[in-house]
């Protein structure tokens, strides 16, 4: 079965510090990997994606996210955190066979604090 | 570009109680999903349209909920009747103006938050 797993509820780090955001996946065949940020009240917002290739992956808002096919992992991050990337992130995975095929499977997300 | 619209924002309703919700894609996006994120949860897919058919509705506990796209745009998400366990935030989005593919992100809503009391 397709999962995804964010093993950090919460991550905090300094501003400046450097960030990263855990992310581990299950799935069958090629692995369509994303992540969303979530601010309060408002929907997800789309950051980035792997699809194939390059394993260091560059987004939105200077985020990039390192794809590790041998250790099934697909960890967020940021060289220098700002205040202003607290937030809900999410990892997310796409179904890649069977009767789910195409189905985005979410992890439970990670509230990640910046502090000034 | 317009982002994808819902509405109402919120809505609190009584246990037993019918409610709906309004979803318009971004324009020309084939794929619309209805996701429901309940509290400290990711969200989780109810039903997936490709153009006005059904692709994936596995997940929606089809003896209450319901969800139409008429014409291939916009939607609504139906609960009759609501329970408290329906409290959450239900959330649109839509994708692939190419059509579907495995490697297109999806764009989502501000989403509806409902309260069943």
């Known amino acids: 079965a397709q999962s995804v797993a964010q093993p950090e509820d919460q991550v905090k780090v300094a501003e400046g510090n450097p960030l990263t955001v855990k992310c581990t996946y299950s799935?069958?065949?090629?692995?369509?990997l994303f992540w969303y940020v979530q601010y309060p009240n408002r929907g997800l917002q789309f950051l980035l994606k792997y699809i194939t290739g390059d394993n260091l992956v560059k987004g939105s808002y200077g985020f990039e996210a390192e794809f590790n096919k041998s250790q099934t992992s697909f960890h967020l991050k940021k060289p220098s955190a700002l205040v202003s990337d607290s937030a809900l992130y999410f990892c997310?995975?796409?179904?890649?066979?069977?009767?789910?095929?195409?189905?985005?499977?979410f992890g439970r997300g990670t509230q990640l604090t910046v502090w000034p | 570009e317009a982002g994808v619209a819902q509405s109402p924002r919120y809505k609190i309703i009584e246990k037993r109680q019918s409610v709906a919700f309004w979803c318009n894609p971004i324009?020309?996006?084939?794929?619309l999903y209805w996701y429901q994120q309940i509290l400290g949860q990711g969200p989780k897919l109810l039903i997936q349209f490709q153009n006005n058919g059904v692709v994936d509705d596995s997940q929606l506990p089809k003896d209450r909920f319901s969800a139409e796209r008429l014409k291939g745009v916009d939607s609504t998400l139906k609960i009759q009747p609501a329970k408290l366990e329906d409290s959450a935030v239900y959330l649109c989005?839509?994708?692939?103006?190419?059509?579907?593919?495995?490697?297109?992100?999806?764009?989502f809503g501000q989403g509806t938050r409902l309260t069943v009391v």
């Open positions: 799935v069958s065949g090629n692995p369509y």
């Open positions: 324009s020309g996006h084939a794929t």
């Open positions: 989005a839509s994708s692939g103006d190419r059509g579907f593919t495995m490697n297109t992100e999806a764009f």
């Open positions: 997310a995975v796409r179904d890649g066979r069977g009767s789910t095929l195409g189905r985005l499977y």
